[in-house]
């Protein structure tokens, strides 16, 4: 890669069907991604692709998926999914995905688009809120990470790593294990340009072990990283406009409007009891 890709980064869509009776959706979140569709179709000069890092429904029903599919039929890229804790990998490949074997196994992929080799990873634990990654999945990661050399790459996956080993809301990441064996697998893996994640509702870069580690705030709301009293959800999406150069990644936040409005707020009690 000589000169630059433009791509997109999108994560939480926690799409809903208006159909479903849904008392976990706090935000009309079928307009939001009409709204981003919308701003996405005027970038010029388009963008070579989109990576969506999961939550791409709230409730995993297949009415969501269907409503997702129809969505994004007018995106002139291709699209590269991720699942994450509020998806259903059965319902998933029924309606986009197109698996017809082993529907209940993770959704590992590798891909080259535009001249970046991305690489997706499936941390979901079904009914769970925490992620993790199996031995085989860090084995897959481990094949891919040696294809396509020469070509940068971009990891992709809904929970991001966790910084702290005993952290209060493990529910947040990966787990402590499968973030170790991860931090092994990538060392000294200078061609990783990123990890792009999802998943905390909160816009973050940490810089884990020397790899950019880019969160999204997502499409659905925002966690308010400022309030103590519990985890108070408010009103407040974006995406990312990325680029990669032959220098590295640069993730340049598009924020909606929002008058961050206040949703919810579970109290501690709730948000230590999640797992
Ligand atoms: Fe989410």
Known sequence: MTEPVHFLHLTDL???????????????????LDRV???????????AFMIVSGDLTNSGAPES???????????????LYALGNHD??????????????????????????????????DTMIPGRVGGTLGEAQLAFLDGALG???????????????????????????????????????????CDVAAILCGHIH???????????????????NSFDPLYSGGLRAIEG??????TLRPSGLTATVVSLPSEARELRILPWETVLSLR
């Open 14 to 32: 926690h799409l809903s069907h208006p159909g479903l009776a849904d008392p976990h959706l706090l935000t009309d979140t079928a307009a939001m």
């Open 37 to 47: 569709l919308d701003r996405i179709a005027g970038i010029v000069p388009p963008p």
């Open 65 to 79: 998926y269907r409503l997702l599919e129809e969505k994004m039929r007018g995106v002139a890229m291709p699209v």
């Open 88 to 121: 259903s990998r059965e319902h998933f490949h029924a309606v986009i995905g197109g698996r017809e074997t082993d529907l209940a196994a993770p959704l590992d992929y590798d891909r080259v688009v535009a001249g970046v080799h991305v690489i997706v990873l």
């Open 147 to 189: 294809r396509q050399q020469g070509l940068a790459k971009i990891v992709v996956m809904h929970h991001p790593p966790a910084l702290d080993p005993n952290a209060p809301l493990a529910w947040e990441t990966l787990d402590w294990p499968a973030t170790e064996r991860l931090c092994r697998v990538l060392q000294g893996r």
């Open 202 to 220: 909160v816009a973050r870069v940490a810089h884990w072990h020397g790899v950019p580690v880019l969160t999204g705030v997502g499409l659905h």
């Open 237 to 242: 999406a974006g995406f990312s406009l990325c």
